[in-house]
């Protein structure tokens, strides 16, 4: 060769290794190795339980979250239905806005616009129920029992009725910019005294709580355990919020009980058919002691007075306890589910981590709490101890970073260890919106490929083995003709082997491989992956990322006959996943494009698919897989 020649060579070897590193950008992990490979071990015969589709809620669900996500249970609640007139349809908004009387119609754009004719008929309650019963999903209403409901005549624009005016208390912290003679009622971060809601508020009516469970249930039939009735919202916590009618009326264990009962049998005897939750309280403090404890020193623990005067016991124990007494007694049970909101005080920064709470006793939480929580563990051991056959119900929570990969983790992690654990419902609060990354995390469990195909309903065991640092989770679950597997994977990319016990693939032992994309809340079709002998491989596995694998087939040991059958999409199109606009607008994969062949050549991350003369090749997450064909292809221009 002479010299200009070599160095046309060499000239063409970077352009077009420069080409294809550009091209494989998105595939290359770079600074990072592979993990040691790992293996999960699932058993169809082991840990047996059935999934509740009641886990699967939002507060306040779309239409949108409902069809397109597949919740099952829709839950009105939040600080505002504590004060809710379902007569008028205006709620004080407590603490969250300034104490004010405002009616549910109103819209900070626009105001109530067209005001409504009859606010009864028209409320957004009833509005609320209504979605709920054309779209045939379950609901929770919060009931109303703290004792005050807003007075006065309903206003439906500013200026609004409310508790904390600047003319009694001018120097408040904040005032509303629309209503500039409303205040938080705060000075200098301490509650006024003059903030006080005796003149927009009026004492619940006798009668109230029965008068609108009839009226519902007049509209709408009895619930028949499709409508869930919650007592009220976080009563250990009314004398901040609604400091404006409760200022210094810390609540008690008496009070709570009291409440309680007076408000379910009231509830009941509008409807006998519906269960009753409770108590919902919002966090660790107020599930071990009253805030009449905590009142003046922020402890609880067996001996703070309140506690100790009811045998030492935690508040939540004790309440199961006197539901059950009562039962006992009378023969009628009041309470149906043990009710708890979660919000975790374990800084957001640790990601997914966090979820290990909900279930783990060796999980010692970073928080100030500084013990095991294990939040699901320890609801079961208070109803087994205290009200057996009480069912279990997370009504709030909230892991935040809702936009991001570690908000996708937390929540599928999440979703997938209220199966396992057995939780019977929950409701997101504030839930990830279709646009978030974590929304992806409802879409792969409950409607994968667009057309309604869901993770199964029956928990089998799966467990990683070998695994020292919880990185790995896992979520198994068996339906007719099916068994799916959500995988998430927090840490480095790594292989995944599956070894199945008690289970016979069926067909060609081709399983599907579902995940979102790298960005976005949509969920794409990867790729098959094949099963032999009962073991299958996915080769290079993300770091934080999940998947769903749906393998035809069936249990050694036959399925109970209740189940229903899930269905597998026989035509997937294959879909890039690294393209993040492949998928339609609607976040579903779209309805056209090839459809892989069940003879495909293989690669270290995928299949390749032959369609004439184009082949597909899926893009992986190995970097050392692509530095070695981008070698070959070197070395194969030298030699030209």
Not at 290 to 317: F, Q, Y
Request: aromatic share 10%; glycine share 8%.
């Amino acid at each position: 060769t002479f010299e200009g020649g070599e160095n046309m060579r060499m000239n063409i070897v970077f352009s077009y290794l420069f080409l294809l590193a550009f091209l494989f950008k998105d595939s290359i992990v770079y600074g990072q190795q592979l993990a040691k490979s790992q293996t999960c071990t699932i058993d169809a015969s082991a840990a047996r339980l059935p999934i509740s589709p009641l886990i699967y809620g939002m507060n306040f669900a779309t239409a949108d979250a409902i069809q397109n996500a597949g919740i099952q249970l829709s839950r009105w609640g939040g600080n505002p239905t504590s004060r809710y007139n379902y007569q008028t349809d205006v709620a004080n908004r407590a603490k969250d806005h300034f104490f004010q009387n405002i009616p549910e119609c109103f819209d900070d754009g626009r105001g109530c616009i067209p005001r409504p004719v009859d606010p009864q008929t028209q409320s957004a309650a009833n509005v609320f129920l209504q979605q709920a019963y054309d779209l045939d999903i379950s609901t929770s209403v919060t009931i109303p029992m703290l004792g005050w409901l807003p007075s006065g005549i309903i206003k439906y624009d500013h200026p609004f009725d409310c508790s904390c005016k600047r003319s009694d208390t001018p120097d408040q912290d904040a005032f509303d910019t629309y209503d500039l003679d409303c205040g938080n009622g705060l000075v200098d971060g301490v509650y006024d005294a003059n903030c006080t809601g005796w003149n927009v508020s009026m004492p619940t009516p006798a009668g109230w709580v029965g008068g609108w469970v009839s009226y519902i249930t007049q509209q709408y039939g009895q619930s028949s355990g499709s409508r869930i009735y919650q007592l009220d919202n976080e009563p250990n916590l009314w004398h901040e919020t609604h400091y404006d009618v409760r200022a210094h009326q810390p609540m008690s264990y008496d009070e709570l009980w009291n409440k309680t009962r007076a408000t379910a049998l009231e509830i009941l005897q509008a409807d006998p058919t519906a269960p009753i939750s409770g108590p919902g309280e919002w966090g660790w403090k107020n599930y071990m002691c009253s805030a009449l404890d905590l009142i003046e020193v922020d402890i609880c623990t067996e001996n703070s007075p309140d506690r100790k005067s009811h045998g030492g016991m935690e508040l939540v124990a004790w309440l199961l306890q006197q539901a059950f007494q009562l039962e006992k007694s009378t023969g009628q049970r009041i309470l149906h589910y043990l009710d708890l909101h979660y919000y975790p005080d374990a800084l957001a920064g640790l990601g997914p981590q966090r979820t290990r709470s909900l279930w783990d006793p060796s999980y010692i939480d970073p928080s100030w709490i500084a013990t095991d929580i294990r939040l699901i563990r320890r609801m079961k051991d208070w109803v087994d101890t205290y009200y057996p056959g009480t069912k279990l119900m997370i009504g709030e929570y909230d892991w935040s970073d809702h936009n991001n990969d570690y908000g996708l983790l937390a929540y599928a992690e999440t979703l997938g260890i209220f199966g396992r654990e057995g939780l019977d419902a929950a409701t997101a609060w504030n839930p990830p919106l279709p646009t978030d990354r974590a929304y992806a995390a409802f879409l792969l469990f409950r409607n994968y490929d667009g057309k309604g195909s869901a993770f199964a309903d029956l928990s089998i065991q799966c467990t990683p083995e070998n695994i020292t640092d919880a990185s790995i989770s896992c979520y198994a679950a068996l339906g007719q003709g099916v068994m799916t597997v959500i995988i998430v994977n927090e840490g480095a990319p790594r292989n995944f082997d599956f070894n199945l016990n008690n289970f016979e693939v069926t067909g060609d032992g081709q399983a599907q491989l579902w995940g979102p994309p790298t960005t976005g809340s949509n969920i794409v079709f990867y790729n098959n992956v094949n099963f032999t002998g009962g073991s299958g491989i996915i080769p290079v596995f993300p770091g934080t990322s999940v998947r769903l694998l749906v393998i035809p087939g069936t249990p050694t040991e036959n399925l109970p006959t209740t189940l229903p059958t899930v269905v597998i999409p026989s035509s997937i199109p294959w879909t890039d996943p690294n393209i993040t606009d492949a998928p339609s607008s609607t976040g579903i994969p779209s309805s056209s494009g090839p459809t892989p062949s069940r003879s495909m050549s293989r690669t270290s991350c995928g299949n390749v698919t032959r369609q004439g003369n184009k082949v597909a090749v899926p893009l992986c997450a190995d970097g050392n897989a692509i530095a070695m064909t981008l070698s070959f292809i070197a070395a194969a221009i030298l030699m030209m």
